[in-house]
Structures are given as C-alpha cells and as structure tokens.
C-alpha cells in the first residue's frame, strides 16, 4: 500500500545538533529508498520537513520505519501519515451507462 | 590627549580590522545553496458540514475537470485519501497563488465543497550532504 509521511521539524536543531545528527539522517533515509520502502521524497519549501510517499505492508509499518529515523528519535521532528490509493472517482469515466 | 586619541584611534581600527575579517571569512563561505519549488502537494478534503449528496451529484464534472487539467499537464500524480474522502495531487505547478487559483476553479471547489492544503516541494537538499556528494575523489 501507499502511504503519505509528512515531516515537520518541530524542534529546531542547532548546528552542532546538526552536525550530529544529519550524517545519520540521510544514509538511513536513502537506505530505505534503495530497499524501495521510499518510493518518492521531496523537501518542503513552506516549513522545515520531508514528504515521502512510501510503499509499505500497512500504516504501521510506515510508522515504524520512520519513526526509527535519528529524526524522530531526537525529538526534532514528527511525521503525519495519510494512506492513499488508486484515484477511485476515475471510475466514473468508464461506469457503463 | 594625544595618547588617548591614538589608543582609541587603534582600537577603532583593530575593531574594524576584526570585523572586516569576520565578514571576508563567511563571505568565502558559500551560502546553504538551496533547492528550487518543482512541484506543489494538494491535499484536498471535503469541508466540514458539506452536503455529501451534492457532492456527490457533482463529482461527474469533477473528474471530467480533473482529467483535463491532467491532461493539461498541470496534475503530475493524482492518488485518494484512504479511509476518508479526499484526494492528494501532485502539482506541476510551482506557484502556490497559482495552484490554489486553478483548483479553486473546480467544480467541488466553486460549490464550497472542497478545500485544499497546498504545499511547495523540492528536491531533497540534505542529500547534498551525503559523504560521496563531498568526495574529492574523482
């Protein structure tokens, strides 16, 4: 399934915090890319925070994989998850009459 | 006099003198490049108290309206929320004022039906700091 992660920094990190933690942050980041758990990533321009669109077994999953992150464990940053799927109304444009 | 004149003399200039050298040091500093907005993430929801009937009754001309800005090339990524009603889009659009003005247009959005949460995106910067990204190794 397809689940949305919002990611907001909610404690901002100074930059020996900084230092410390983002060397970690985005090897383990990318590594879930590259196991295909992050199918997609983008950073937010409107607030400090990530969007990834993820390719889990379930919404717990996807908690759990994110929530591990040096992020999160740090207390800087929380993710919001929204699962999402096919564009269900698109079915309406074949529905026979 | 002239005594105290010269100390204060060359303490404003060790001032200046320190100041110009802090600011020649960040100024060879490059600044945090950042990332250009690429795409714009919409979250749409219907309104709270709306009418699902009428709703309804217009999600024909809704999708209708969707699969042409789609096929505008304005929606790049078009998913619904699961478990409630709503939908997530991925914009290739990358001025909010813009986005909120095209999706305003929309049927559920000119019924006061519909709202969206519109956020700019980029590319993910931090990966820019990745170790290999600073390798000085060919």
Redesign the interface.
Known sequence: ??V?A?GSITKPLSPEQRQQV??R???A??KHYLDGKIEQ??????APG??FLMNVESVEQAKTTIEELPLVTGGYAKYDF?????????G??IQSK | MKTSFAVLFAALMVCLLIGVSAQAQTANQPANPSVPTTRILAIGTINAGADMAAARAILPTEVRETVKLYLDGKIDQWFSLQGRPGVVFILNVTDTAAAHEMLEQLPLGQAHLMSFELIPLGPLNPLRQLQGMTSKSP
């Open positions: 399934m397809k949305m919002i983002m060397p942050e985005v090897p980041t990318l990533f983008w950073f937010r321009q409107d990530v969007i929204m699962q999402v799927g096919p564009l269900a109304p698109l309406l444009l």
